[in-house]
Each structure stands twice: as structure tokens, then as C-alpha cells.
């Protein structure tokens, strides 16, 4: 059954392949009348472009972005917006060779168990350059999010063992990690050095926070603002794990360290602190909206592993395609765009409840 | 927009508040010739149900099943299957004196915020008892789970600084916290007493284990298994996080020592660890599916704490409802019910996918 | 796959077999604050009832409504309202006697076929009994619907070779065959009676207006608001067409006669003559929505049949139950609800796409 | 909210309008391992391309398939099939001229109504031009329909006032009009020549029947078999009536005349007569699917026309861009694609059901 549509009224439909001709998306539901150059979605999807540092995978793709329909006159019609990047730079060669083996970590050999047959390129489906289509219909979803002065980021809080201590928001994007803090990032970089060097990969936390925000995004029982960004962010590949505010730490505090008082503060109800994470029963209550997400280390590594071949039979690996060795850099625009995708689908939504 | 259903094959839509006349739910997709009782869905009910210890809110709810509809001759005929419950207990007055109050905590201000309007007794629809819709619709996945030889279960593996070190599966619904570690339960159980004589709560993590999962579950690449896990539990109260296999763990792993290498065993394809929690690619790869999920310390406690009236003004409030010291113990039911109703619904997914 | 749920933003799932225990339906996505009594729900259901004349079954079914959630002090929380109606005057006994065969024009052969199974007691959840929950659901529709000025009504247009020459909106319900014409009213009821006495049943057509829909409602491309009520009406029991405006006759007309040219009138951009029954392009244009339906002629005749049984022999049937010699009298509040269904989604849909 | 999105299954999420860049479709659900090309999907975009006839319009669209994604050996593999056309040879520069007045019987002023803006050049979205993606994704359909041994056609039975007598299937495609009756084909192309000469322009009427149909598609009580074939087809630009069988004939049948007997043959149960049209309540019943929808006279017509502009003030409009005379011809295939999408989408959710 098809799962490859998100979103309600804000809704996207992706498509694509690693080493297939194209990548791309359709976004339904964009309100007509929003002006949108394809120079508003190339730049989010320069942030999460191969090779762009040397932290990331050395294949070249360009990702031009194509505006192939919904416009007229540079603005928005209010129907479908088709979004397409040519692939330019697959290399094929390195996985002719492992065609017949699962690399561990990988989809290989889900995919193989519930279609029955893989497009073993790159791995197909399942690579990250799916992410793609989400980035460009995330760019989207931020410039409308912009209009109702509610702002999306994200950041790598942690690297392996290095966490983030600081954080300088003007930071971020400064470093090749991505890291607010412009100390703990150096270590970032090097660790990922020294582990791409040994031929191995690391993990890491993103986190992601949403600004301005009103009270009321969020549709109780199932569709709660947690739930769906709970959702968003575990459909990106490699995550493991997400929370919300205070989340696994809510295991060891108690109701009253725990409680966020409420408050008014410039006439405004809000919170005295924030370890909800800016959402309660559910819906947003106005403060910040703060999630995060880990990403397991890269499976593709650069050294011998034991697997099986399709029949069963063991067999030695190397995947020797091009990898990222930490995707936490890259997997930052990729969270910010699934958030802002659930928050502008939530805004829309809770539009809706109160006509 | 409405939010109350969940499930794309195998779908439930829930219906009713905590003080309200009746809870309950229509579950449409469950295909015809399944045998099914009131018992069936009764022993679930009870593991969920208020008072049935020292640890639970004293409010005494009986929550006798009335399947309303879709049974012939003890038999489901593929037809919508309604179960309901009527309130009992419900005890109102509690509520009257903090009707203008927001409960740190609570969704009482979120309520407001995004309806104008809500009903403040017990809660109204954000309270737990919301729950007994999807345990009674849970129980109905379980048995067709179990015609597929998939066994859900979970059980509290930590409450405040105790966490289960040992796991025997027979020990669960020994205790009354529900954990599988017969001495740290007792521990638990103290630390919950402890807590409530000091009019404070405890917080705590659930384990969802699904055994006998086969290949193929999920549907990328946003309908994943593990993030519909994901959205499922993170849509039950008091849920502040989730993970799968290592979770955040993952974080300060590498990928020599994340990655679970394939192997062969009984001539079935598996892998030797389990770190991926049964789930690659968003598919489930035939491994345990593991799942975790935290629950914050109730926000109702027996103490004065600082908050704000409707209108924004100062005041002072105690909750003094019945209320569970900590949820883990009843949330145990709950997650083991959502995680059925996922993958029952990816189990109908997938088996139409293969058509 | 689940197929009994039935709207976007204002959802409705219904339940409930003709000899069950209850029928009713969860109605998701009504806005809160508004006021709402069951008084509101039973005057429609008193219309859709058996038993209410003599051109209807003989089955005497009170259809008390229940009310049993999503209402507080009188008014909606914007939470699912449940809904239901328990079943008393069920006669299986007749039902008995011809299980095993097959009658025609029901669909006794096509349950069986689809799930293997069936409820046969009065025709199960094929019955038309099912609309109780559809009826109902209408009533708030209807209800939100007047907020906005728009009004919905129905009409019996045709009976068998009767077909009503005048229009007088006060003389609809005055009638037992809610026909706006007075005297082929009676010629209607006439042809009613002798169908019966021959042991046999008359069809007949249905014509429902929308009044004061505003332009705009209607999503394209395949959301259109003639798409949706085609669906809606066509999902009656015993529907065989429908049509908008000039409908059919279309097929007959040029261009130059059926196109309805634009005028300003009191300011507003309306057209002079209404071919399209208020709907250009799937979306309406302010003007009046004019859409009709065909019933065909109950499938319960009290006359011998030819048939066969489960396993395909030869056998001669004659169905005793007690039967509606014409279901358009009854339908008429059944296409009313389907069509206030509709609108009151679509108005919903529309005021968010111009957010 | 967004519109552009069909089937559940099988779904498809169309892109695209008049005079934008590309015209396209994404189809997500079909399953892996269907052989597939684009000559495949070419030859019925031949069958509605415009300019292949004396009776269609002149605009010259090569309509040359892209398959963009979903590909790998030849194979579908389970994943989003991404098709896209480039628009050649739209001319805009008519438009500019009419841009300020609402054209009869178009969805000008609906547009402006619910978007508040529009894409006037060859009225955008809302031009017929949008069903290539439809007919582009039910060329697939129509392949994975053949390996059930179902097969879908479409053909013209009525334009203006001449109606098809005789039934020839080998003689629909020879003919321009697509019509089984050879006689009566070359009186409906004298016809369409005579109207277009008058400036003016013709409706019709086009019947689909489907053979090969098991029994058991359609989901009640709302996603029936006929309910959905009705949204699918009056959601096709120009329709304003759908039947099913019998259809509006019924209104004046007698239940007697109406019924259609179950009679065995090649022991199999069947019926006798099929007024049903192969549908019982809202089931296929192994019969052919019989459905016929009504197409109204082309509204654009080369002939003056009383009108408003976008202020309300009167004005004169001669609509002088390349129009179909008569749409019947061309929607033949687009009938056909919508049925066999419908078909597969329900044939996908039978399997499904009886799991």
C-alpha cells in the first residue's frame, strides 16, 4: 500500500530513486498567492547537497531545482506544485559488485523481503537523496511558516561523544557540522576525520526548535503536534529515536520538577519553563517547540564486514560507494524541512477547527 | 480538522471524555470470520482499568464492553465493530472549584487555546481514559495478531532512578508496576508510595517488544513501521520520547559496533544483534521489533503549586482528583495496544502490497 | 479495506446492522460551541423513520437518539460526538427461512462473495437501516449549515411514470411522498398502493437544492463538489444515477443553449439561467446546487422469484419481510443528509484553502 | 485544501496545467514486478491527444511520455512512478485578450471565486489538458487489469440527437467518434462538422463497461463500487450526470421488471438480465460493469456570447482559442482511464479485505 504522501492539508506526495533519472514532488494545498522563485527552494536544498564539505559524501549532484507546474505570474495558484531534480552524477559501478550481498545497516534486504525485487543502485528507495523532494517542499513550508512569523532550525547537538555546550544561534551554519557551539564543532570535525580514517562512522542528536508558534496547533486523540512530528522526523532515514522537551530525561524527574508553571508575562499566558517542549496534551501552548532526533552512524563503512548473500550464504562485505561518515550535518535541513512541513499542515489544521 | 482516527486498513475511531456519558470505538477493517467476545476484549479493559491497585487512582470504574455492532453468530463479519463503555464513576465536583485554573501540566490552557471552549471535568476528551477506546480496539488486533502468530507485550522497564536489570517475561503481570525484574518492581513500588505520600509523582519508560514480526512490515517512505511506532505511542498521554533498538544510544556509537551483521540460522536470514530493533529502512527485517517510550511524572499532585486563571491573573492551585502517582504501571496496556494496532494495520498493508 | 467513513474535515463513521443490537455513527471534525440537542437529531430521524405512513414498511422502529459524547453544557467541544440509536423492533424469523438463497436485486450474493460471510437477518449492514447513522450526522450538518444561511432540502421529483409539473417548496412534507406538487401526489400515492396490492414496487427520482452556498466550494481535480455529491448520493441504497443541473438532457443541448451566460444582479455575479446547477468547473458559482438521484424499485417483491442458493441450484424465493413498496418518500431526507454531508466539508474545506 | 489526489490503493497525485511547463502524474501503490514501458503509456495518450482528428481541436500536443522514476530492469518496483509530459504548442496569446472576462459555462469565475487568483492562459488548471496525468497513470491500471484477465473500454453512444443502434466493439476505434455503430458514427461526425460550422458546439453521452470483473469489489457503505466510479467520472471536466445499468430508467421500471434473477451457468452464479450494471448493493456482482456518463456541449464557441468581467460590468465575449466541437471522442479514453483506475484501486482493497 502507498505510503509515500505526507502531510493533510499541506500535503506531499515524493518520488525517486538514489540512481534513478530524477527526484522529486508534488505539494498539494499551498495556499494560492504566496510568491515563490526556485531560488527560495534551491537554497535549502544547497544546504543538503552532497559535497559540500568535506564531512559529506564526495558525489556531485548539482540539484538544480525545476518549478514544473502551480505558478503563474511568480506566485502560487493553489494547485499542485510539481518539484524535480535531475540526477546527475550516479555511479553505479561500486554496487554491480554487491548486488547479490545485504550490507548490514541497510535496507537491502528489507526491501528485497517486501517487494521481491530492488533497485540495488545506490539503494534505490531507501538512499537518503529521496530526502530530496522533503527539503524542496519543506523550502516551501518555511516561507509560508515566514508569513505567520513562525521560524524553523535546526542544529547538531552531538556528535559521538561531543555535545554541544553553547549555543550561539549565528553559530550554525558556520561550521560544516552545524553545531552551535564553535568549540565542541572543531572536536565534531575531527572525530568524524579520525573516524572516516578508521573506516567507520558516528552518530549523532539533531535538534530542532520552532519559533513563534501559536498556542493550539494540534489535533487531539492521534493527530497530536507530538505525534506527527514524532512521525515526520523518524520517516527520515538513519533516526533511531525522538523527544520532545525534556523526553527520555522525564524518566527520572518528578511531578514537580517537572510541571511548567504556567505564567503572563507581556500580557501573554505562557510557561515558566519550557520541558514540555512547547506542547501539552498534545497542542501547542506558545512556547518554543523543541524536538530531537538521533541519527544512527553511517551503515556504509569502509571496511570488512560479515553478511549474507540473497540465498543465505555467508560472504565477506566492503561497501565502497560514496558516504557520508556522520549525517547528522546534512540530516539538519532535512529535519527542519519534515518539522516545518508538520507545523504548516498543524497551522492550516488548526485554521481550519476554528471557523 | 479532525484527528480521532488512526490506522489506514485496520482503522479505529475513538469517541469520549473522562466525565462524559460513555467511551468508546468503531473499528472498520477487521476482516470478516474472526470469533470474537466480550471476554476477549474484556481481560484487556482490566489490565488498563482504574483501581486495580494500591498504585492507580481510586476511581472505580467496572468499564463493562458492549459490542454495539458487527458480530453474527460470535463472529466478525467484516462490517464496523462498535464497543463501548458507559462512565461510571465519574466524580465532577473536584473540578468545579478549578474550572478557571490551568493545571501545570495539564492540557487545560492548550484545550482552551485551540477551542475556545472545553469541558474541565476530569479532563474532558484529554484525559487517559480517552484510552479505553484503543485498548478495546486493541484487543481485537492482538487476536488477529495472534492467528499470525505475532505476540505484542510490553512491561515497565524504569520508574524514576529504577530500572529493570533482569527480564523474566513471566514475572510482568506478577506485579502490580509491571515489571519484568520481580525485585526492582518492589523497589518501584516504594519509590510510587514514597512519591505519593510527598504529594509528587513519578515518571518512567515503557517496553514494547513484538515478537514473530516476518519481513517486509512498513511502508516507506513516510508510512515506516517505525514511524507509525512512533506516532502511535507518542499520541498517548504523558508520552515525551520514543526510540527503537539502541535509540539514543546510537548517538555515541560507531558503525562497526551499531551496524548488526546478516546471518543465517534455521535457514532463515536474520542478524546476529539486535541494535536496529527488528527495523531497517522503515521495514521490519524478522528480528524482535523493539520500542521504548517515556512517560512523564503525572502532572497531578497533591500540591500547592503556582499557576495562572483564564484570564491570566495569578493564583494558586492543588489538584486533588484521583490520580495515578505514575502512569507507567496502566500505561503498559496502552503502548502494548497501539503497537498492535500498528502492525496489524502494516500486516494488512504489506499482504495487499505482494498482491 | 475499511470503506465506512465518510468526509475530510467533518467526518463521519457509521456502524450498525438492520437486526443488530444498535446503529450510529461518530461524527469528527464538528466545530466547538455549537448548541446542539438530541430534539435537533430526532426531528430528522422522525422523517427517515419506518413505519411513519402507509407508503412505508410496517416495521415500527422508534429510533430513539442517544447522544454519547462531545457535547458540554449544551454545546459541541469541537470533539467526536457519538451518536446512536438502539435496534427494537427487529423480525428475524422470516430471514430464517431463506438464508441460503440468494434474493434478487439484493445484496445477499455480493456480501457473501466479498466476505465469505453474512448477516442475513434483514439484509445486515446492506440494509438501508444503515442510514440511520447518515441521517443523523445530517441533522448537525444541516444545523452548522444554517449558520452560513445555507439551506438544504429534497423532494420527490418522480414515481414511476409520475412526475410532479409543479413546484410548491410548502407542500413537500404535507405529503407522504414528499412531493411539491399537490395533485401528482396523490397520483404518487396512488401508484404506490397498487404496486403493493400486485406484490410489486415502483422507482422514482429525487431532486435536492442547496440554497446560499457561497462561490468556491469544491476542490479540483478530482475533489470537485459535483464529484463528491455524485459519491455521496450514489452510496444510498438502491441509487442507480445522478445527475447535476440540466444532467442527462445535456447530451441533447448545443453549446449556445446549455452555457449559462454571467450577469450582475443586486451587485453580485450570478448567470441568468442555471443549466449547471450551480457548479462550473467542480466548483459552485453562488447559484442554486441542483442535483437529482434514481432510485430503483425496491428489490423486495411479494411475488415469486426465481433464483438459486448458496450453491447455485435452481429455487423459487418470495421475500415476506416488511418492505417499503417505494424507497423515494424515505429517501428524500437520506439524499438530504448525504448532500448537507457534503457541503458542510466542502464549505470547511474551502474556508481553509483561503487561509 | 488540496483535491489533486485519487484512489487509496492505487493512488495517483496529478500535476499540471493548460499553458504551464509540464503536465504530470506520481502514481504511488502499484506492485513490484509489472513490466512496463513508456509505449505503454504512449499509445493511450495518443488515444486522447488533441489535433488527432477533424473533429478535435488544432492545438498540436506531441504529448511524448517521460517515465521518471519507479522504474528498474524494465520492472516497476513498487515504488512512486513519477510521468510527466512537456507542454509544446500552447498558445497564450488569445487569452490575453479575454484574461478580465468570465467565459459561459467555464470555471473563469469559480476559480476567481476560490482562489482569489487564476491562470487564465487556456483556464490553467481547470482545462481538460489536466487529464493526461489521469490517462497517463490509467494506461497502468489498465496494464495490471489485464493480468486479472480484466479488461476496460469505453465508447460513444449518443452525441447531440443520434444515438449508437448497433453494438460492433471491433468498430470504436475505427471511427473518429469513437462510436460502436458505424452508420450512426459517420451521422455524429456530420453532426460535429455542422455545429462547429454554427459556431456552435455538441454534448454526448459515453458508456464504459468493464468485463472480467470478479465478484466482490466495493467497499460499503461509502466507497462502493458505483459510488466511486460516479465521483470518478463526474470528476472528469464537462460531465453532469452518471448512471449506472438500467440508471435513470429505473424511475419508471417495476421491481419485477427491475430485478435481475441469479441463474448458474458454467456453474458459476450469475444473472439473467444485468440492469444492475455488474453492481449489487455497491458490490460487483461478476456481471459486466455497465456505467455511462454525460459529457455537455463544448462551452467554448466561436460565436458572441453576453457576459460580465471580473468588476460585474457587461461585455461581449467571443471565445476564439482551439476547441474540441465535442468533447465525446476524446473522453472515450479518459472514461476508460478513470474506470480502470477505480477498478484496480477497489480490486487492490478486495484482496486486502479477505486476507
Same mark, same amino acid.
Given at each position: 500500500m502507498p505510503g509515500n504522501t505526507f502531510g493533510q492539508l499541506f500535503r506531499i506526495s515524493t518520488w525517486g530513486e538514489s540512481h534513478g533519472e530524477t527526484i522529486g514532488v508534488v505539494v498539494d494545498g499551498c495556499p494560492a498567492g504566496l510568491p515563490l522563485t526556485e531560488k527560495d527552494? #534551491?537554497?535549502e536544498l544547497d544546504r543538503r547537497r552532497t559535497g559540500q564539505s568535506k564531512v559529506t559524501t564526495t558525489r556531485k549532484e548539482p540539484d538544480r531545482i525545476r518549478i514544473m507546474s502551480g505558478l503563474f505570474k511568480g506566485k502560487t495558484t493553489g494547485t499542485p506544485i510539481a518539484l524535480m531534480v535531475e540526477n546527475r552524477d550516479a555511479d553505479s559501478s561500486k554496487y554491480e559488485l554487491i548486488k547479490h %550481498?545485504? =550490507?548490514p545497516g541497510h535496507a537491502d534486504f528489507t526491501y528485497d523481503m517486501k517487494f521481491g525485487f530492488r533497485d540495488y543502485r545506490g539503494g534505490g528507495r531507501s538512499s537518503a537523496r529521496e530526502t530530496v523532494g522533503r527539503v524542496a517542499a519543506g523550502a516551501i513550508a518555511k516561507k509560508l511558516l515566514a508569513r505567520h512569523k513562525i521560524r524553523v532550525f535546526a542544529f547538531t547537538r552531538q556528535i559521538g561523544e561531543h555535545v554541544a555546550q553553547k549555543f550561539n544561534r549565528n553559530e550554525i551554519e558556520k561550521n560544516i557540522v552545524r553545531c552551535p557551539d564553535k568549540k565542541v564543532a572543531a572536536q565534531m570535525v575531527e572525530a568524524i576525520m579520525q573516524a572516516r580514517k578508521q573506516g567507520d562512522s558516528l552518530g549523532g542528536v539533531? @535538534? /530542532? !526548535?520552532? #519559533?513563534? !508558534?501559536?498556542?493550539?496547533l494540534g489535533e487531539p486523540v492521534f493527530d497530536r503536534l507530538d505525534a506527527d512530528l514524532a512521525k515526520? *522526523?523518524?520517516s527520515l532515514p538513519a533516526v533511531k529515536g525522538v523527544e520532545v522537551g525534556v523526553g527520555f530525561e522525564a524518566a527520572r524527574l518528578k511531578g514537580? @520538577?517537572?510541571?511548567? /508553571?504556567?505564567?503572563? #508575562?507581556n500580557k501573554t499566558i505562557t510557561t515558566a519553563t519550557n520541558n514540555a517542549g512547547g506542547i501539552l496534551g498534545g497542542i501547542s501552548n506558545g512556547n518554543d517547540i523543541v524536538v530531537r532526533m538521533v541519527v544512527k552512524p553511517t551503515s556504509s563503512i569502509n571496511r570488512e564486514q560479515d553478511t549474507v548473500n540473497q540465498k543465505g550464504k555467508k560472504a565477506k562485505i566492503r561497501v565502497e560507494g560514496r558516504h557520508d561518515p556522520c !549525517?547528522?550535518?546534512r540530516a539538519v535541513p532535512m529535519a527542519e524541512a519534515m518539522a516545518a512541513l508538520v507545523l504548516i499542515d498543524? %497551522? *492550516? =489544521?488548526?485554521q481550519q477547527s476554528q471557523l
Open positions: 527552494i #534551491q537554497k %550481498l545485504y =550490507r539533531i @535538534e /530542532v !526548535v520552532a #519559533q513563534g !508558534v501559536p498556542p493550539g515526520a *522526523l523518524m514537580s @520538577e517537572c510541571n511548567d /508553571v504556567f505564567i503572563t #508575562q !549525517v547528522a550535518p498543524h %497551522l *492550516l =489544521r488548526h
